[in-house]
Nanobody
C-alpha cells in the first residue's frame, strides 16, 4: 500500500523558516514534490524533484525554498526560508509511481506565516 506521511508544518513569523518532510512507502517513486493550497485559492505546484535530482520551483518561491530528496529512504524535504504571509497554505506532498502513471498524495500539513 502506497503511503505518504508529512510532517513539519506549523506557525512562524514572517522571515522565519520551516522544513517540511514527506516519507513515502509502498512503491518505487519517480518525481516527488509539493503543492500548496491557500484559503480561497486553487492548489498550485511549489517544487518538484526527479529521481535524477533535477529540481523546479514556482517563481514565487525561487531563492527562498529548497527541495531535496533522500533516495534511500524515499523522503522528500522542503526547506522554506524567508517565509512570507502569502506562503500561508496547506502543503501537500506528492509522489509519482508506476512509471509516472499514478500520483499518491499526502494528507497535507498546514503552514501559517503571521506576525
Amino acid at each position: 500500500q502506497v503511503q505518504l506521511v508529512e510532517s513539519g508544518g506549523g506557525s512562524v513569523q514572517p522571515g522565519g523558516s520551516l522544513r517540511l518532510s514527506c516519507a513515502a512507502s509502498g512503491s518505487i517513486f519517480d518525481t516527488m514534490g509539493w503543492y500548496r493550497q491557500a484559503p480561497g485559492k486553487q492548489r498550485e505546484s511549489v517544487a518538484a524533484i526527479t529521481t535524477g535530482g533535477h529540481t523546479n520551483y514556482t517563481d514565487s518561491v525561487k531563492g527562498r525554498f529548497t527541495i531535496s530528496r533522500d533516495h534511500v529512504n524515499n523522503i522528500v524535504y522542503l526547506q522554506m526560508n524567508s517565509l512570507k504571509p502569502e506562503d500561508t497554505a496547506v502543503y501537500y506532498c506528492y509522489a509519482l509511481y508506476i512509471n509516472g502513471a499514478v500520483t499518491a498524495w499526502g494528507q497535507g500539513t498546514r503552514v501559517t506565516v503571521s506576525s
